[in-house]
């Protein structure tokens, strides 16, 4: 009896032991990330870069320049969307004069399964507004590829940790402090209320990763789609030759002169992969395109007959994705930009509008009136958003100092 006693008491010592680690562990957790929570108005969001870069739902920020945010303590910023996406819920923000600050990274959501912990941060019912604490909550990921059209969550997340009004925008970690997803969404209303249901949505963060080169290039981005292809659900289709029905989305219809036709689609091809993520049905096809924006190019793995063939397909209309970029191009701004996605100039057009203005080669712009820059788009969207003789004012760093220029903005030009 004495020794069931005591193997009994050091079984409960180690269940208490792991019990007080796993405690200390998610405490570590909470006090890292909480750290990196932005005050987003009536939201929340994430920093993701010691520099400043904030992430946020695109519900929460719009794309307003000039937005007071703060950070847990209190400390007051001022964030400027540069990149974001409507229907897919995304906004990336620029915190100004960003540096040293607290931040988490971006993780791999591709790594998460059903029933993994995850921890939700944000201001449900703006509880943390005065004290400038967030909220902190625990669950597990209850589901996966979760797709909603309006808004757009193509490939969301579901958890059941709590997400109220107020979340919306904020970071769902993962136990090592990597932000998996952006919170977003509550699916269903609770006593005709928008309170948490335990059920909730996250954007992930390998979605949001791909977005980022676009994001940081500034303006709005446009989520992929494959160009004239028509699709059915495979439920009546068989694999020809097999006489097996399969998973996967079967080719429908193909449209001549189309991105899909060029690709090498073929009526009855039937859809199973795109790179490398396997289709079970219609809605996993868009989730899955939808990760990828407009521009890109994917690799779609169909069988055709018994054979498989890997094709490249082109994201989006080309025709309308030249035409976004040529409204860029054909306004003349006298000098080049270094490569992405440096500010720093690389020439200037003798007798154009910038030489005139004293913009030399190797100035890099910093700001305009106080607001700060930071992707070639913003740069060329505050000329485009002002008409022809408007006086632009530009800070530039030349050789370690803060040089003040006047550019006046030339009329577009009207060259093909």
């Known amino acids: ?68 945010v703060r950070m847990p303590g209190g400390k007051v910023y001022t964030a ?31 790594a998460l399964r059903p029933g993994h912990p995850v921890i939700a941060v944000g201001n449900p019912f703006l509880v943390g507004n005065g004290s400038w604490e967030p909220t902190i909550t625990h669950g597990i990921v209850s589901a996966l590829h979760r797709y909603m059209d309006n ?15 107020g979340n919306s925008g904020g970071p769902l970690f993962s136990m090592d402090g990597k932000v998996m997803g952006i919170n977003g969404r509550i699916d269903i209303k609770r006593f005709m209320n928008r309170v948490n249901t335990g059920i909730g949505y996250a954007i992930p963060s390998k979605q949001i990763q791909r977005y980022m080169k676009v994001f940081r290039a500034g303006g709005r981005v446009w989520e992929g789609y494959i160009d004239g292809i028509t699709i059915g659900e495979c439920g009546d289709a068989r694999y020809e030759g097999t006489g097996e029905y399969g998973d996967g989305v079967f080719v429908a219809g193909v449209t001549v002169e189309t991105p899909a036709e060029k690709a090498g689609f073929e009526a009855g091809d039937i859809i199973y992969e795109i790179e490398g993520y396997k289709i079970g049905n219609a ?17 779609v793995t169909v069988r055709r007959k018994l054979e498989r063939k890997d094709l490249k397909v082109y994201l989006g209309d080309p025709v309308k994705v030249a035409e976004r970029e040529k409204a860029f ?77 006047k550019l006046k903005i030339p009329a577009p030009s009207t060259e093909e």
């Open 1 to 68: 009896m004495t020794s069931l006693v005591l193997v009994l008491a050091l079984v409960q010592d180690d269940a208490l032991r792991l019990l007080e680690e796993k405690e200390r562990a998610l405490r570590a957790v909470c006090d890292k990330v909480k750290s990196a929570y932005v005050f987003f108005g009536n939201g929340s969001g994430v920093c993701v870069s010691p520099d400043g870069w904030a992430l946020t739902n695109h519900h929460v920020a719009g794309d307003r320049d000039g937005q007071i």
């Open 80 to 110: 400027d969307v540069v990149g974001f996406d409507p229907h897919g819920d995304i906004a990336l923000c620029k915190i100004r004069g960003g540096k040293d600050l607290p931040y988490c990274d971006l993780g791999d959501s591709d």
């Open 151 to 165: 808004p757009g969550y193509f490939d969301a997340i579901q958890t059941d940790a709590q997400i109220n009004p």
């Open 283 to 299: 809605n996993r096809f868009h989730g899955v395109v939808g990760n990828w924006p407009q521009g890109e190019t994917v690799t």
């Open 329 to 405: 191009a054909r306004f003349d701004l006298g000098f080049t930009l270094a490569a992405f996605p440096s500010l720093r100039v690389e020439g200037v057009d003798k007798g154009g509008a910038a030489e005139r203005g004293g913009l030399k080669a190797g100035d890099v712009v910093a700001a305009s009136a106080g607001r700060e820059l930071w992707a070639p788009d913003e740069l060329r969207g505050l000329f485009l958003s002002r008409p022809p003789g408007t006086v632009i004012p530009l800070t530039v760093k030349r050789e370690g100092k803060d040089v003040d220029l």
